[in-house]
C-alpha cells in the first residue's frame, strides 16, 4: 500500500495512545497537522514552542505513563529552555520536528538538543518512520525516562512509497530490571531492626501511594516528601510528616536511625537536613518488600506504641505550624496561609494544583494539604520559568471533569500569561492564582501591570484578593466561575515576607557553598534588604 510520511507518523502516533499534540504549525510540518486532523488525536497550537514544551511535560507528569507527552514543531525554532526541565525532571517527551533537508538548515538542531535529550533521530527513510517513533517511546520511558528529538524532513512527510503491510504493532514492553531480591531482604532486615525508622518519598513514588500507605502503617513510619514528591503521600494521614525541610519531618529525623528512599534522585536528597543512613529503594519493589516483612516475626505492640507516638509529634508540630503561619503579620497583604486555607477548603479531593518554580512553589507544598497522587505538579528547575499557565491548560485538557488550579508568579505571567487565551477559546474553567508581589520588587524597570485590564482583553474572567479579609467568598465565585467554563485570573497580593522551610534550608546550603568573603558579603545584603524592608 502506498503512505506518504505524514500518514505514517499519524498511524504511529495512533498506535503510541497519543491523545494531544502541542506545538506551532508552519510549512516544515503542515503535512502532519493535516493528517492529524483527520484523526482522534487533538493538535492544540499554541504561542510559542516554549509553551508547547511546557504542556506535554505536564501531560506526561499527570497521565501516570499512559501517555507520553508529544510536541508537534519545526526544527527552526530553538526550544531548549522547555526541554532542558523534561530532561532534569525526567520527564518523558516525543519532540517530533518538520525539517528542511539538512543542506538547507541554517542551524543543526540535533547538535543544539543533544545534551538535553536522551536521542535524537534524523529520519531518513519512509520506511523508518514508525519503527524510529517506537524506539524513541521507547528510549523516552525507559531508565530514567526524558526527551527524545524526531526530526522529519518536509520531503519525506510528503513523499508517497510503497510500505510493505502489515504496519508493525506497537507493544508495550516493560523493559524493566529484574528485582534485586537479596537487597529487598536486606532493607526489610534493617528496618525492622531499626529502632525510629522514616521514610521519604519522591516523584518516582507517585504511582504506588496505595503500597506506601501500607508500607507506613506496616512499621509504623513516618512518610515525608521532597518537593516533586509532594503528592505521594495523603496529607490527610496521620503518618504523613509533610515535606523533609518541615519542621514535623526535621524532628522526626533527629531520632531517625534508618531512612528509607523511595523513588528519589540527588536532589531531593538535598533538599533537606536528612540522617546519614540511607537506604535508596525502587518504588515497584515495594510489594515485595512487604511480602518479606510479612515473612519475618515481629513485635506488634512496638510498632503500635511507635505509631502512636509518630502521629503525637506530627500533630504538635503541624498544629504549630499552622499557627505560626497564622500568627505572622502580612503588613495588610495576603498571608500565605490564609490563601492556602481557604483554596484547601473550596477545591474538590481530586482537584490539581500546578506550580511554577518561584518563592509560591514551596509555599504551596508546605501549606496547602494534597490527598491525591498527581494533585500536586511543579517543575524542577529555573528552565522553567512561565511553566504554570500552559501546563495548567494542558491538565485541564487531559482531565476535563477535574479542577485544574495554577499557582502563577507575576514575572511567569509576563512569560506565558497570552496561552490564558487558549483557555479562553477552548472554555477550559481553569483558576489561575496570580500571585502579585510588584509592590515590593527592587526592580525598578519593572513597572506596574493592571492585571484586570489584561483579564479583560483577553475575556478572562478577574477577581482581586487584595487582603485577608473575604477571601472564602471571593474563591467560592472564583471557582463558581470556572465551573461554567470560565477561566479565572485571581490576583492575590502575596506577602513573601517570611520564607518557607524549604526555602531557608536551599538559602544554608547556598551559603555553606560560598567562599568566605563572598558569604559575609551575603548576610551584609541581607541585612540592608530586612531594614529598608526590600525583597531579594
Known sequence: ?????????????EQLNTEQTFGVVGDLNRAIYSELQQSSIHTHLVNQEISAAFMADAISRTTQGEAVGTMLITADAIINQGIAEAFIAGVPMLIIAGAAEPEDQILDQQQLLAPLTKACFRISRTQDIVSNLFEAHQIATSDKPGPVYL????????????????????????????LDIQQIDTTAQALLNAESPALLAGWGALCVQADLIALAERLAMPVCTSLQGTSAFPAEHMLHAGLAASPSAQQLFKDCDQLLALGTDQQDLQSADLPDNIIQLAPRAIPALLYQLNQIQSNGKLFKTREKTNAKTIA????QLSEDWLEHNSKGRVNPAVFFAALSKALDSQAIVVTGHGTHRALAAELLPINNPRGFICPSSFNAMGYSVPAVNAIKMANPDKQVVGIVGDGAMMINGMEVQTAVHQKLGTLYCLFNNSQRSTNKNSGHMNWGAFADALECAYFPINNNQGIDTTMRR?????????PVILEVCIDYSRKSYYAQHQEKVRQASLPGRDRLGDVK????????NQKG
Open 525 to 532: 545584603r541581607a541585612i540592608v534588604r530586612r531594614f529598608t
Open 151 to 178: 526530526e522529519i524532513p518536509v520531503a519525506l512527510q510528503l513523499q508517497t512509497q510503497e510500505i510493505d503491510e502489515p504496519l508493525p504493532v506497537h507493544l508495550c514492553a516493560a523493559n524493566q530490571p529484574e
Open 1 to 13: 500500500m502506498h503512505r506518504s510520511g505524514a500518514q505514517l507518523v499519524r498511524y504511529a502516533l
Open 478 to 486: 472564583a471557582l463558581e466561575t470556572t465551573a461554567q467554563g470560565q
Open 316 to 319: 504538635k508540630y503541624k498544629t
